[in-house]
């Protein structure tokens, strides 16, 4: 990399890699050499990065579980689901989807509609015999020599 480290990918460099340069990519690592050789402010940063590199390690490194360890915790685990009772129906929801489901669905639209239909007709067969005195007020006076020549 030819062009110029800035201080904040430094300072990126540092965090990630720490203050040893072996461990910086390639790539960069010219340009932050450099740029430690040219910048105080960026010799500082390097500076307390390598005072926290020395104090990491000095801590003990970690030892990976024994496996009395991982059956401690694995026996205070709940259980896992293996229960059948919804895998039917699941099974059941998943054949059902897409285009399998059209069929069906538009024949029970179909069905309720008509029935909805019928349930829901006027009632034709009335047997009221009142004068609707409203339709008789509407009547053109034509209709009035008419009905007053019936007897």
């Given at each position: ?8 990918r430094f300072a ?75 895998s039917w129906a ?62």
């Amino acid at each position: 990399m030819n062009a110029p480290l800035s201080r904040e990918r430094f300072a990126v460099l540092l965090e990630a890699y720490g203050a040893a340069p072996q461990r910086w990519p390639e790539a960069e690592r010219a340009a932050a050499l450099r740029l430690l050789d040219t910048d105080t402010l960026a010799r500082q940063h390097w500076q307390q990065a390598q005072a926290l590199d020395a104090l990491l390690d000095t801590l003990p490194t970690p030892q990976p579980p024994t496996a009395t360890a991982l059956n401690a915790v694995f026996t205070r685990l709940p259980p896992a689901n293996t229960s059948t009772t919804t895998s039917w129906a699941k099974a059941l929801w998943l054949d059902l989807t897409g285009w399998r489901l059209t069929v069906p669905t538009f024949a029970l639209a179909l069905v309720a509609g008509f029935a909805t239909g019928l349930w829901l007709q006027p009632n034709t067969t009335t047997t009221d015999t009142t004068f609707d005195w409203w339709q008789l007020s509407q009547l053109e006076d034509s209709h009035w020599t008419q009905l007053a020549d019936t007897p």
